[in-house]
């Protein structure tokens, strides 16, 4: 003991005269203090002869394993204040707080798992503490606790926690989880614990950095935060997970950066409330428990491969204002027996409501019932948003609620007798409540079911939107009202649009096709009681009206026209409407009925499009050329366009 004392005391003496850092390594973890710090008013002492006292630390001496003195000219250089450094290093890991905040950092270290246990910061400077993790291990950890913010900085970590998660902060304040800039760092957890995820927070966690964070769940999920998650620069990568890729409650928000989602279990990013019942968003999100998912920028690759899976879920809100977001599903249907009933894969899905009003969505699922998009409440769709949908899986089924190995048909006929909760259906777009368009860009294709579906009404006001289905491309269980913007409507096997209301056309250019009689371009629910009106802009209606149709001023019809042919459409002042192609996969209806608020319209055949292309293709805002069409004066009456080929005939068929 004697000879330990004397071998400290003359190290003190060398650093008194050097002035420089001493650095004490007690217990696995090491402290350093620059010469400024240890002066004749606070100088190193000792206590009887056992304990050695650093400023307001203690340490054993019989703990101790190392004092040196470190002779440089800038402490700061190999400590910055505010900071702990732990470098992992294969079987062992060094811990090196700085000594402005070592009164208030404890540390353990066994191997390479290092704890840490942080108390009250106030007094740092009003500074957090940050922990810069370098260096690599296969058999090491982080697990972080207190109740104070920090941050956590990852500068160039490799490491593996075959027992347990990478990371795990038992800390409920906010923690900010960084990757420096020019660094990859790689963190996977084992088989061998019971964690949440290979990243854990049970508070607040703030994902960030111009660095890279690559993420291996194998328990569970890739990062789980019992708060909300949000994303700033980061490029992430979640490279497999055994459940969801990240999970979190209260909310989920992505500002910016690149995050990569593969190879999960369950869904890509799933967001949950947090206790009982909403608080709705709030200002700057303070407070807020609500389930909802934001997107806000950056890009979002989520592919989702499980069954009855979902890219995005959301137990609240979906809201989308900008980013490149790209969504594959690949995963089948399933037959939930909590629920009791069967169901499909989902691009993005939210229990409330959606709201896409800017981004660059590309959305595929080409499970068995699976959907592009499902908001059980409203569904809203605006301004710049840019939506690519397409489905292409079949109609998923279960014989009966005691027979529930899920099947697939291509066959609508297969599947109407059953109750709902024997089917899950693939649609591009589902809503339950009101689905509304304003603005932006809308793509959908629909293999074997609707292309865009509301259970409730649908109003088109504004926008550029396509849908092209085996089923109704456009359908909606109440009233549909379409007043602005350019709409295509192509089925292959039904009505082009079908409203099981009343279905008002009141502005906007509208080309709608129809497979042949019964089906009609133009859909309302005549057998109801509810009826077809047209009263303004323009409309190209290949299959013909509903019976009963109510059109103020005079409709057109055309006695000839193919299928794979560009057609340009003038109002009654020449001047053009619109450029449309009729697809050639289409089995077309009877009849062309040409319509155009401003008077007698002109159509021209074999027409060069031009100026603002939309519709996936199908559409020109302006054209040139062409040979001029017949138009006559439309004998439908008020009554539909049947029959076959394409000559006129009797009435069309109510909605289904």
């Known amino acids: 003991m004697k000879k330990t004392i004397a071998i400290i005391a003359t190290l003190l003496l060398a650093f008194a005269a050097v002035a420089q850092t001493l650095t004490v390594t007690s217990g696995g973890s090491t402290y350093a203090y620059s010469a400024s710090q240890l002066t004749s008013s606070s100088p190193v002492t000792f206590t009887n002869g056992t304990l050695m006292n650093v400023g307001s630390e203690s340490f054993s001496i019989s703990d101790v394993t190392s004092a040196v003195i470190t002779m440089t000219s800038t402490p700061s250089e190999d400590v910055e204040n505010n900071t702990v450094n732990i470098v992992y290093s294969g079987s062992t890991a060094t811990v090196t707080a700085a000594s402005n905040v070592s009164d208030y950092v404890s540390a353990t270290v066994s191997g390479a798992h290092v704890v840490i246990t942080q108390s009250n910061t106030d007094a740092v400077d009003g500074e957090e503490i940050t922990y810069v993790l370098s260096g690599s291990t296969t058999d090491g950890s982080l697990t972080l606790?207190?109740?104070?913010?920090?941050?956590?900085?990852?500068?160039?970590l490799t490491m593996t926690n075959p027992s347990g998660a990478a990371i795990n902060i038992t800390n409920s304040k906010r923690i900010q989880l960084s990757a420096r800039k020019g660094t990859t760092n790689t963190l996977t957890d084992g088989t061998g614990g019971s964690q949440k995820a290979c990243v854990y927070s049970k508070g607040?966690?703030?994902?960030?950095?111009?660095?890279?964070?690559?993420?291996?769940?194998?328990?569970?999920?890739?990062?789980?935060?019992?708060?909300?998650i949000s994303v700033k620069n980061l490029t992430l990568n979640i490279t497999s997970a055994v459940g969801d890729g990240i999970n979190c409650e209260e909310y989920f928000l992505m500002k910016s950066g690149t995050v990569t989602i593969a190879g999960v279990g369950d869904d890509g990013i799933q967001c949950?409330?947090?206790?009982?019942?909403?608080?709705g968003e709030t200002a700057d999100h303070e407070d807020e428990d609500s389930g909802n998912v934001y997107l806000e920028g950056g890009t979002l690759s989520v592919d989702a491969t499980e069954a009855a899976s979902k890219g995005i879920k959301a137990e609240g809100d979906v809201r989308i204002s900008d980013g490149t977001i790209t969504v594959k599903s690949t995963g089948t249907a399933a037959w939930d027996s909590d629920d009791s009933e069967v169901k499909g894969s989902t691009c993005i899905s939210a229990d409330g409501n959606m709201t896409i009003a800017g981004g660059t969505?590309?959305?595929?699922?080409?499970?068995?019932?699976?959907?592009?998009?499902?908001?059980?409440?409203?569904?809203t769709i605006a301004d710049n948003a840019n939506l690519t949908v397409a489905t292409t899986g079949q109609i998923a089924y279960c014989s009966s609620s005691s027979n529930t190995t899920v099947r697939s048909t291509t066959s609508s006929s297969t599947v109407e007798r059953l109750s709902d909760n024997l089917k899950a259906s693939?649609?591009?777009?589902?809503?339950?409540?009101?689905l509304t368009i304003t603005g932006g860009a809308v793509n959908v294709s629909a293999s074997y079911h609707e292309g865009i579906e509301s259970k409730s009404t649908l109003d088109i006001s504004g926008g550029y939107v396509y849908s092209a289905s085996s089923d109704d491309a456009v359908n909606s269980s109440g009233n549909m009202t379409i007043s602005g913007g350019y709409v295509m409507a192509n089925s292959s096997g039904n009505d082009g649009i079908d409203a099981n209301g009343n279905l008002y056309i009141q502005g906007g250019t509208v080309v709608a096709i129809s497979t042949s009689s019964p089906e009609v371009a133009l859909d309302a629910?005549?057998?109801?009681?509810?009826?077809?009106?047209?009263?303004?802009?323009?409309?190209?209606?290949?299959?013909?009206?509903?019976?009963?149709?109510?059109?103020?001023?005079?409709?057109?019809?055309?006695?000839?026209?193919?299928?794979?042919?560009?057609?340009?459409l003038n109002d009654a002042s020449g001047s053009p409407v619109t450029a449309f192609k009729i697809p050639s996969n289409n089995r077309m209806g009877s009849g062309m009925v040409v319509y155009s608020s401003t008077g007698t319209p002109t159509l021209s055949a074999g027409v060069t499009g031009s100026g603002t292309s939309y519709w996936n293709g199908y559409g020109y805002s302006s054209f040139s050329g062409g040979s001029s069409v017949s138009l006559s004066t439309y004998t439908g009456g008020n009554g539909g366009m049947g029959g076959g080929g394409n000559q006129p005939g009797g009435p069309g068929h109510g909605g289904r």
């Open 145 to 156: 606790g207190g109740s104070y913010k920090c941050t956590v900085s990852l500068a160039g």
């Open 204 to 228: 607040q966690l703030q994902l960030q950095g111009n660095g890279t964070l690559n993420v291996t769940g194998s328990t569970k999920h890739g990062i789980k935060s019992g708060d909300y």
């Open 272 to 279: 949950d409330l947090g206790g009982d019942s909403s608080t």
């Open 361 to 379: 969505l590309t959305l595929t699922n080409s499970g068995a019932g699976g959907k592009g998009i499902k908001s059980d409440g409203t569904l």
């Open 426 to 434: 693939p649609k591009g777009i589902k809503s339950d409540g009101a």
């Open 525 to 568: 629910n005549t057998e109801g009681g509810y009826k077809l009106y047209i009263t303004g802009g323009n409309v190209i209606a290949i299959g013909g009206l509903e019976s009963g149709a109510s059109v103020t001023g005079t409709a057109y019809q055309v006695s000839s026209y193919s299928k794979g042919t560009w057609y340009g």
